[in-house]
Every structure is written in structure tokens, then in C-alpha cells.
């Protein structure tokens, strides 16, 4: 049995040292074709292109791995599976083929060189590693999961502990002892956003039971044939786009829409692996939340689209036709589960069903079954026998009136408010309000609709469903921002004919991403599950398209601001220990959490450098003057010597040169972890203190002390201001409850004071 937490003797300073090169090349690293190896451990991750290989196929330069292995998911002690090894008789690479199932666990090499294998160096998906077992598990970190934490992947596991192996930085030798050449395992919060860096890299997850993850409820579709549905991700791309790791033979498109047509003309090839049609058709707007039927050209395949997979809500969806109709499952069904009365609306439902991959046949639902998480993203068929069709309801309420020509009816049109409007920039927060005017001739409470609020039995309570969509570019382009929505219910108003004012249904902020520049479509549907009836054509109104010019935000640029000694030199000789250093970012981005930022110091008398030091801290610096945009760190000073550093000659001129961004990405780089607008005055010279003119430390003259900082006379501090001792204040009194937080007292305290212990 083997434990892969006590394999190595941990050579601390050194991993660390490694780990901060490591993360601090991730913007270069992430889109290489290839998968970079250190001496020593490395976990990385089994990629689709290395199933059904050996690791023999990929080495490139790595000439001399030691072994390859992953490990068996369960409690310590953990067993592992060898997939190559280095033969002891004749030096070559002895390796067995990786199975399809690998793909997505965990991969240990350990390696006496540094190289690179001719790997893809990340999975698109966990696939069936995403099933994790009671126990530790070792898998990867695939591009599906960039961007989110264990806990928003988690579905139904219980994730305790997540462990990520940082390598040690060791040179390559004959000499080199690669088993003592290790590193330290750094733990990740399930809560931690695992940012690029992570990707592609083996990790430990530790799950409480049996359970399986989910990178982006994805769907898995395996046997023959699966019944999917279209999510919104999917507009204007083919299938070949979405198709992930999927060997995809046909897939098909059922239009219920072409009512003219016989059902079993209903259908069409939007993709076939031949190639027709020629070109294929992309994916339209209109066909978001229904469904289409994939066939697979291996029957005992499975495999992970690359697309979200599912909606939020029915939405346009929810119109049905007369007979059959295959409609997607969305959230909104399952989360909490609904059954189809639930959601019925006005419609008669006949029949409904799902096709069962593994039993390869349409199995019937129960009109009270309940759909929980195990059907979201599935098409299901829905035949309803309602003559002009029927409009599903997935908020739950009452029966929703069919679209028809309703003469004198309400006409509920949007009205969008964006602040600010101009000048915008990547990470600016803006303020969205969507609101409800009624252009029609009648108000909302005269109309027949009878639903009800839900959690009240208020008879003239109704409400409808709002959304706003933020696309990238054109509407239903990609997503940029979430979408916001909210349910208006109309309790104690309603929203009455033209000129008679609007409801506002939504008010909230929304952050555009930092890196983000270009078009925003701000789209906003009221009514989206057409509560209120409209005479025909006015639901046309119901949507509102507002665009957005969003300009690239510039890059972070760190100063070193301000130094502080620790102790604060106050006599000679003295001894410093640390010093504080405070860096402000001038720029418009963040200086991200995922780089390493090490700061330089180096203490100068008059020219000569006497003690140096320096930290590395995974710190984040946010761009701004609305944000927190400056921090302190705390390097520790020593002697030239490594002795301690001692400042001795009070006559003397003392100087802190502070360099901030000093780790480099690589041996040939110029420049610092984090990319910066100016790279020119991440240097900053400070004077800590002035040869020494006046004394004795304390004396006064005219609102005047004898500092030792400055070497001369300084102006004594007005009330309220920050202080160590009373010979700094005019008032002559420094007071508070500790070292860190004492200021100097007003004249009408300081009498306060005396009179309460009887001196004035």
C-alpha cells in the first residue's frame, strides 16, 4: 500500500520557492500544446489525447522519467497503479497503454531532468473521473473547471479537503537523489476559485461518500442515442463546435413549429460525421430549450458535450402545439423538483417521456413524478392535445391564458435604465433597472387571469417573470455577465394603461468582468412566461435591446508607496527586524491572486548596502480608488552578512530601496510575475533616516520635538493625529488603547483629562 502525502522528504524552502515560479507563469503556460515536467514530482493530468496510449508516445525530451502513476481513488493507505517505469537492466522506458477511463484522473511522474511531454496538458472534462469515490481521489483539473471552486462543482458530493502537491525546484545531476527531491502539499479551500494556474494539474479531493462531480452540468451522453437539450450557449455554433469528446454520428432536430407538416416530417439532420449538410446548420435562438436527438458512433460510449447543457426556465420553450413536442428539462424543474401537472399551465397533457439510454427505449413520467437533478439537460416528449396549443408554467402557478387575439388587452412593454451609460470600463460596476410600462387599454387586474402569488391566498395577487440577458456583442451572442431576474407580484398595484406611470421589477448592480472590452447586448424580457394575454403581435414588444460600449481596462501597475521600520528607530544603536512595505496598484486591474508577488528591500547607509530581504506573498492588489487598492507585506531584514541589522551611526544618512514584482516567470524574462502598464517605478527609494542635528530624542522648541526618524527638529501633531510618544503633540499627550491606535488629544481633552484626576 502507499501513501502519497509521506512519499517525499519535504525540502520546504525550496518548494516553496518552485511553487511561486510555478503559478507565476500560468498566463504563459496555459496555452501551450504541451505539459511541462520538473525534476522530481509532478502531478499533472491524463488528457483525452493520451487514452489508448503509452506514455512512451509522449515523452518528447523527457528521456529520463522515472515512473509514471496514477493512484486508486479510496481511504489511506492508497494503492497505486503503475503505468510506466524506467527498466533497472537497460535504461528504457517500459509503459502499458492509458485506458479511455483515465482520462481525467491524476498522473504522477517523477523525472531526474526537467522536460516537456507532448501532451495536450489538460482534459476538456473530468468525464468518468468526475465520479469520485468514499476517500481520497486523484484527479485533474480540467478546463470545465477553471473558474470554480470544489463547492460549486460539488452536485452531490461533500468535498473536506482538497491537496495540490507543490513541486520542489531541483537541478538535474547524476549525482541527485530524485526520491529526496520533493515538495509540500499546499491545501485549497473547497471554496477557493481555481484560477488558470490550477488547470491541467493533478489534485486531491477528498470526498465524504461515494458521489460525482459536476464541472458545468454538461451532459453526459452515452449508449446510442441521447435526447438533449439546447442551451443558450449553443446559439449560432454547429454541433462540431459543441461536440466535446464525443464520436457523434447524427444528430437530428425535431421542429414542433412546422404544424403543416405530417410529425414524422418534422425532423432534420443538423449534423452528420460524414459532413452533411454542407455546411451544417448552426444552432438559431428560437430552438433554445427544446431539444435535439444525438447518435453516437459507438453504442458503448460515453462522453461530455461542450456546451452548459440545460436553461434556467423554459422560456420560449414553454409554447407548445398540438401533439408531440421535445422540449429540454430546465432548472427550474429540478431544483426543487417539479412534476408535469406542476408545471402544466393551461395545457392538457397527454403523455410524457424520456428515452432511457441503457435501456434504449422512450420510458413514460408519471403526470405527478417528480424530475430531480438526474433529468436536468434531458429532452423529454410532451404531447398535449390542446386544439391552438397551450403555454407550460415552470413557476408553478395557475393555468396561463393561450396567445390569441384578446381584443382590449394589457400590452407590457420594457423600460431599461443603465448607470452609468458612458465611459466604461473592464471590472466597473453598473447599476441595472428594469421596469414595466402598460401601453394597452386595460390594467392588469381586469384582465381573466386568476393566478395567484405564491405563499398567499391574496385574491388579487398575480405575478410574472422577468429576465435580463447580458450577451457578448449581438443578442444571443455569449454570455458576459449573468442573467438577473426576478418575479413581480402585483399584491396591492397594478400597472394600469398607458400614462399611468411603470412598476420597477428589477434594481441590482452587476460587475463586468475585468478583462473583459467590446459590445454588451443588454436584453430585457418582461413577461418572458407570458402570464397576461396580449393580443397577437404584443407579446413582439415584450423585449428591449439597450448597447453597451465597454473599453479595456489598463493593466496593474504596482508603487511601493511608503516604508516603515519595525521596530520604529527611536534610539541608536538600534536593531531592525522587518519592514513594512506599502504597495498601491495605479491601475485599472487587479494584480491577480493567482501570481506570486515578491517584494525586495534593501537598507542603505548613504550608498553602501548594510541588510536586504525579502517575501513572497499570493496576494491580490485591487485597481482603484473605490477598492482597497494598496497592501502592506513584511519582509524580514537581515545583514548583508545574514546577521542581524543593526543601524549604529546616528550621524549617518539610512535609505530603504524597495523593488516590488522582483520573482521573474523565468530564467530569459525581464520583468515580474504580474504584467503591468509601467514596469519603470516598481523601484522607489525612501529615506528612513537623517544624519543626527539636534538632541537630546524628545527636547522641544517651539512646538517642536528632536526626532531621531527625520535626525532634526519636527513640527509637533494637531489633535487627532497619529502618535507614539507626547513629546510628539502640541498638547503633549499621546493617547489609546494600544501602540497601534494612540493619537494626540485636543487641548479641551487634555483638560478633560486633568480634571478627572485632579490635577487642573
Not at 250 to 267: F, G, H, I, V
Not at 501 to 515: A, F, Y
Not at 663 to 674: H, N, Q
Request: aromatic share 8%; glycine share 8%.
Amino acid at each position: 500500500m502507499f501513501n502519497p502525502f509521506r512519499v517525499f522528504a519535504i525540502q520546504k524552502k525550496t518548494c516553496l520557492f518552485f511553487f511561486m515560479i510555478a503559478l507565476a507563469i500560468t498566463s504563459i503556460s496555459t496555452a501551450a500544446a504541451s505539459t511541462p515536467i520538473y525534476v522530481g514530482v509532478n502531478d499533472i493530468s491524463v488528457t483525452e489525447d493520451m487514452s489508448g496510449q503509452k506514455l512512451a508516445d509522449f515523452v518528447g525530451d523527457c528521456k529520463q522519467i522515472l515512473e509514471a502513476f496514477t493512484f486508486i481513488s479510496g481511504p489511506e493507505p492508497i494503492s497505486k497503479e503503475v503505468l510506466a517505469a524506467r527498466s533497472e537492466k537497460d535504461g528504457s522506458m517500459l509503459s502499458k497503454a492509458i485506458p479511455a477511463n483515465m482520462v481525467g484522473k491524476g498522473l504522477r511522474i517523477r523525472s531526474a531532468q526537467a522536460c516537456t511531454l507532448q501532451t495536450k496538458g489538460y482534459p476538456e472534462y473530468l468525464q468518468q473521473a468526475s465520479k469520485l469515490a468514499s476517500g481520497w481521489n486523484f484527479i485533474s483539473v480540467s478546463k470545465g473547471m477553471v473558474g470554480k471552486s470544489f463547492n460549486d462543482i460539488s452536485n452531490t458530493c461533500n468535498i473536506e479537503k482538497v491537496r495540490l502537491y507543490a513541486p520542489a525546484a531541483c537541478k538535474s545531476s547524476a549525482s541527485e537523489d530524485v526520491q529526496a527531491c520533493g515538495g509540500d502539499y499546499l491545501i485549497i479551500s473547497p471554496e477557493t476559485k481555481l484560477s488558470e494556474y490550477y488547470r491541467g494539474k493533478g489534485v486531491w479531493a477528498n470526498a465524504q461518500s461515494d458521489c460525482e462531480l459536476d464541472e458545468n452540468a454538461r451532459p453526459f451522453i452515452e449508449g446510442h442515442k441521447s435526447n438533449v437539450a439546447v442551451s443558450q450557449d449553443m446559439v449560432d455554433k454547429k454541433i462540431g463546435d459543441i461536440k466535446g469528446s464525443c464520436d457523434i454520428e447524427t444528430t437530428w432536430y425535431y421542429d414542433a413549429s412546422k404544424t403543416s407538416l405530417p410529425e414524422n416530417q418534422r425532423y432534420s439532420i443538423i449534423y452528420t460525421k460524414s459532413g452533411e449538410p454542407s455546411p451544417p446548420s448552426a444552432i438559431t435562438a428560437d430552438m433554445v430549450g427544446k431539444g435535439f436527438s444525438i447518435f453516437l458512433a459507438e453504442p458503448g460510449e460515453r462522453c461530455q458535450l461542450n456546451m452548459k447543457g440545460y436553461t434556467e426556465s423554459f422560456g420560449a420553450a414553454a409554447r407548445l402545439v398540438k401533439g408531440n413536442n421535445l422540449i429540454g428539462v430546465p432548472k427550474s424543474m429540478t431544483a426543487p423538483a417539479k412534476s408535469f401537472n406542476d408545471v402544466k399551465g393551461d395545457c392538457l397533457i397527454e403523455s410524457a417521456q424520456v428515452y432511457n439510454n441503457k435501456e434504449g427505449k422512450d420510458i413514460y413520467l408519471g403526470s405527478e413524478s417528480n424530475l430531480g437533478p438526474e433529468y436536468l439537460g434531458k429532452a423529454v416528449w410532451v404531447k398535449v392535445i390542446n386544439e391552438n396549443g397551450c403555454t407550460l408554467n415552470d413557476e408553478g402557478k395557475s393555468a396561463v391564458p393561450p396567445k390569441g387575439d384578446v381584443a382590449g388587452s394589457v400590452d407590457l412593454v420594457p423600460e431599461l435604465i443603465v448607470s452609468p451609460a458612458e465611459n466604461i470600463k473592464g471590472g466597473d460596476t453598473i447599476q441595472v433597472a428594469l421596469r414595466v410600462k402598460n401601453t394597452g387599454a386595460k390594467s392588469t387586474k381586469d384582465t381573466a387571469v386568476s393566478a395567484k402569488c405564491a405563499g398567499t391566498t391574496n385574491q388579487n395577487c398575480w405575478s410574472f417573470y422577468n429576465i435580463v440577458y447580458f450577451y457578448k456583442g449581438t443578442e444571443y451572442g455569449l454570455k458576459v455577465i449573468p442573467d438577473l431576474s426576478a418575479t413581480a407580484d402585483l399584491a396591492f398595484n397594478e400597472i394600469k394603461p398607458s400614462g399611468d406611470g411603470s412598476l420597477e421589477v428589477i434594481k441590482q448592480q452587476v460587475k463586468i468582468p475585468e478583462d473583459f472590452s467590446g459590445k454588451i447586448a443588454i436584453v430585457a424580457v418582461v413577461d418572458s412566461q407570458q402570464t397576461f394575454p396580449e393580443a397577437e403581435g404584443g407579446k413582439d414588444n415584450n423585449k428591449l435591446t439597450v448597447p453597451l460600449t465597454v473599453r479595456a481596462a489598463t493593466l496593474p501597475n504596482l508603487v511601493p508607496t511608503a516604508v516603515e521600520t519595525i521596530p520604529v528607530i527611536e534610539k541608536f544603536p538600534t536593531t531592525i527586524y522587518t519592514v513594512k512595505i506599502t504597495v498601491k496598484n495605479t491601475g485599472e486591474k487587479t494584480a491577480k491572486a493567482d501570481q506570486f508577488l515578491q517584494n525586495d528591500v534593501s537598507i542603505l547607509k548613504g550608498s553602501e548596502e548594510i541588510c536586504k530581504g525579502d517575501r513572497r506573498d499570493l496576494e491580490e492588489i485591487q485597481a482603484g480608488i473605490k477598492y482597497n487598492e494598496q497592501k502592506d507585506f513584511y519582509p524580514t531584514v537581515k545583514s548583508v552578512n545574514r546577521g542581524p541589522c543593526e543601524l549604529t551611526d546616528k550621524d549617518a544618512n539610512y535609505w530603504a530601496v524597495v523593488d516590488v514584482d522582483t520573482l521573474k516567470t523565468s530564467p530569459e524574462a525581464t520583468k515580474g510575475a504580474v504584467a503591468e502598464s509601467n514596469e519603470d517605478d516598481n523601484r522607489q527609494t525612501f529615506q528612513i533616516k537623517g544624519p543626527q542635528q539636534c538632541s537630546p530624542l524628545g527636547s522641544r522648541q517651539v512646538d517642536k520635538y528632536c526626532s531621531i526618524m527625520a535626525g532634526t527638529w519636527v513640527t509637533q501633531k494637531d489633535e487627532s493625529q497619529t502618535c507614539a510618544h507626547n513629546f510628539e503633540c502640541k498638547t503633549e499627550l499621546c493617547i489609546g488603547k494600544d501602540n497601534s491606535n494612540k493619537k494626540c488629544v485636543s487641548e479641551k481633552q487634555k483638560t478633560d483629562i486633568l480634571k478627572l484626576l485632579g490635577i487642573g
